[in-house]
């Protein structure tokens, strides 16, 4: 069995939508999958479901923070790790000759994988005065202070017998 559900990014606003339209069947349908076997990938704001459906622990994505990038353009900072899974995710994405490299981002919500232990962070973004990172409070949409010095930007985790795969842009 092979299988890969891909979790596009969402607007703000509509990741509850979604899990209301699953349902309860719908939900139970993807967390089996995975168990099963099946790899699901989420962009953006769906990982946000993720956590909802029980495949992410509780608070690794925040809804209440909205992370927007000044230039939609950030840079990726790569966890040493030669792990068979991470450099698989990388495939692509990492210049032969170590130059930075540079992701799309445009609005996301706040990703920290230090909330869920079983999480394996392939690369993160920094969150300093110089990165162009934008933070806003989701319910009042007024600027706020850097909530975390790093977000991951892609991260991994087996699920029963899948895996789980958060991609952050």
Do not use: C
């Amino acid at each position: 069995f092979f299988g890969v559900l891909v979790l596009p990014d969402l607007t703000f606003g509509f990741s509850d939508t979604v899990l209301d339209i699953l349902g309860e069947t719908g939900k139970k349908n993807i967390e089996e999958f995975v168990k099963k076997g099946g790899t699901v990938v989420s962009s953006g704001k769906s990982s946000y479901i993720l956590e909802k459906i029980g495949l992410l622990s509780e608070g690794t994505v925040s809804k209440d923070v909205i992370v927007k990038h000044s230039s939609n353009r950030a840079k990726l900072n790569w966890v040493e790790n030669n792990s068979f899974e991470n450099n698989l995710l990388k495939i692509g994405t990492v210049p032969d000759n170590d130059k930075e490299v540079y992701s799309y981002f445009l609005s996301s919500y706040l990703m920290d994988s230090s909330h869920d232990l079983e999480l394996n962070e392939v690369a993160s973004f920094s969150m300093t005065d110089e990165s162009g990172f934008v933070f806003q409070d989701s319910s009042s949409m007024e600027l706020i202070e850097p909530p975390a010095e790093s977000m991951s930007a892609i991260a991994w985790k087996n699920f029963g017998d899948g895996n789980v795969v958060l991609l952050n842009s």
